[in-house]
């Protein structure tokens, strides 16, 4: 029994117990792959953070509504933590769990999904395929990995992942948060890339990203002052990430805060972060939230993008700036409807961030996020017809896939299959079969 306990990485298991079927991503992917998108480069690409951190009772879990709410059997309703209610109409019914009490106009129950249960995920990876989109960066809280439960409810959206990837031709790699609170280390966070490496074989993977002949990781959190980390733990981590004989040869892209240039705004003020910051192959500033009109997004492309290019340029690193289609997360902070809304003016905000984007001949961008209705970030399908009694915020009366229309030829833009316009083209192309 204690023989079982010996993990070599989170989720992992002795050497000698071969993976249960619901370990999934300790196998190699062998079913049908397809190639559309290159995997051997950022160049010309635009992908997609993925939260994939929901779940519903019954998905195999015991988390519940983890990141949708809690309480909903309750009396009163419960409380959401959600700004946006995603449109489920294509998710198989076996994969959409209902929600207490609650119904839609037509009064049909009001329907949740899991992303434990590989429909919705492999749903999402179509809808990447059909719409254009190059794949994603899959979000893995370092700190959830400390927990078998939750390290086995993040393996398996990675299998899922993996998976709607290799079918729907789209490319992957981590993103590796270090929100980790009190429970962040440097060794946590190296134990987990050694189990992906290692157990998961994530480099090994012919849908995961590469660029330079490198595998491709996105460290997120380093030198925000709301995060514990030191600069030494920087330094130790980006020199394991790059310089380890074994887990090492990474392309490290490092998502920091947009002032990381002057120390200021929300980075850390010690001088040791300079260096670390500056010790990155690329750059990944997060803005989202940052800018909420043209006036303050005419201001960040100055201070931040234009000025970020200019030295990244000198220093020869690599650059992937966040575009976020609009912002709410007036149910995670219990503030009253339309607090904390940046407008998405029918996509013209979002539009607006790429068309900058490739007037500065920026190549790489990063689209936060997906799937994020916490923070009103989605750019799947999100209903405009939302659950009786509740508020959230829709689409403005747009189709339920116009960001992901959107997205698609803003990918197109970046990649000059189609010329630079500072306006929304009138025709956006239909999904592909």
């Known amino acids: 029994m204690l023989a079982s306990l010996l993990f070599i990485g989170p989720g992992a298991q002795a050497a000698d117990a071969p993976p249960s079927a619901d370990e999934s991503w300790l196998r190699p992917y062998t079913g049908p792959t397809r190639t559309d998108i290159g995997a051997t480069t950022l160049d010309g690409k635009v992908l997609?953070?993925?939260?994939?951190?929901?779940?519903?009772?019954?998905?195999?879990?015991?988390?519940?509504?983890?990141?949708?709410?809690?309480?909903?059997?309750?009396?009163?309703?419960?409380?959401?933590?959600?700004?946006?209610?995603?449109?489920?109409?294509?998710?198989?019914?076996?994969?959409l769990c209902e929600v207490p009490g609650l119904k839609m106009p037509d009064g049909s129950p009001a329907r949740l999904y899991s992303a434990f249960r590989k429909g919705p995920v492999l749903l999402h990876c179509r809808w990447m395929r059909q719409y254009g989109i190059d794949g994603v960066f899959l979000s893995r809280f370092v700190s959830e990995t400390a927990d078998l439960a939750r390290a086995r409810h993040v393996n398996m959206v990675l299998a899922n992942v993996r998976k709607g990837c290799h079918r729907e031709g789209r490319v992957w790699a981590m993103m590796l948060d270090l929100s980790t609170g009190r429970r962040g280390s440097t060794a946590l966070v190296m134990n987990d890339w050694k189990f992906l490496c290692d157990q998961v074989k994530v480099r090994e993977d012919s849908r995961y990203l590469h660029h330079q002949a490198k595998?491709?990781?996105?460290?997120?959190?380093?030198?925000?002052?709301?995060?514990?980390?030191t600069p030494e733990e920087g330094e130790e981590l980006v020199r394991f990430f790059k310089e380890d004989p074994k887990y090492g040869?990474?392309?490290?892209?490092?998502?920091?805060?947009?002032?990381?240039?002057?120390?200021?705004?929300?980075?850390?003020?010690?001088?040791?972060?300079?260096?670390?910051?500056?010790?990155?192959?690329a750059i990944s500033p997060w803005n989202a939230g940052r800018y909420r009109d043209d006036a303050s997004m005419d201001r960040v492309r100055k201070d931040v993008w234009e000025a970020d290019l200019a030295e990244l340029k000198g220093l020869g690193l690599g650059y992937m700036p966040p575009a976020f289609p609009g912002f709410s997360w007036d149910h995670l902070r219990r503030t009253p409807p339309g607090t904390s809304m940046i407008a998405r003016r029918k996509g013209m905000f979002y539009w607006r961030q790429f068309a900058i984007f490739k007037a500065l001949g920026i190549r790489t961008v990063f689209v936060g996020m997906f799937d994020?209705?916490?923070?009103?970030?989605?750019?799947?399908?999100?209903?405009?017809?939302?659950?009786?009694g509740k508020y959230f915020v829709t689409y403005?009366?747009?189709?339920?896939?116009?960001?992901?229309?959107?997205?698609?030829?803003?990918?197109?833009?970046?990649?000059?299959?189609?010329?630079?316009?500072?306006?929304?083209?009138?025709?956006l192309p239909p999904p592909k079969e």
């Not at 994020?372 to 009786?388: L, Q, S």
């Open 48 to 95: 997609c953070g993925y939260q994939g951190w929901f779940n519903t009772p019954g998905d195999g879990t015991s988390f519940g509504f983890s990141h949708w709410g809690s309480g909903f059997g309750r009396p009163e309703g419960g409380r959401f933590v959600v700004d946006m209610w995603p449109d489920v109409l294509e998710y198989d019914p076996h994969d």
């Open 249 to 281: 040869g990474v392309h490290l892209i490092g998502g920091i805060d947009p002032h990381w240039r002057t120390l200021s705004g929300a980075s850390r003020s010690d001088a040791g972060w300079a260096k670390v910051y500056r010790s990155f192959d």
């Open 372 to 388: 994020e209705v916490n923070e009103g970030t989605a750019i799947y399908k999100v209903a405009n017809d939302v659950p009786v």
């Open 396 to 427: 403005e009366g747009l189709p339920s896939d116009y960001y992901l229309k959107l997205t698609g030829a803003a990918t197109r833009m970046i990649r000059s299959e189609i010329p630079l316009s500072d306006e929304i083209p009138h025709d």
């Open 215 to 229: 595998p491709v990781v996105l460290l997120w959190g380093l030198g925000f002052q709301d995060r514990p980390w």
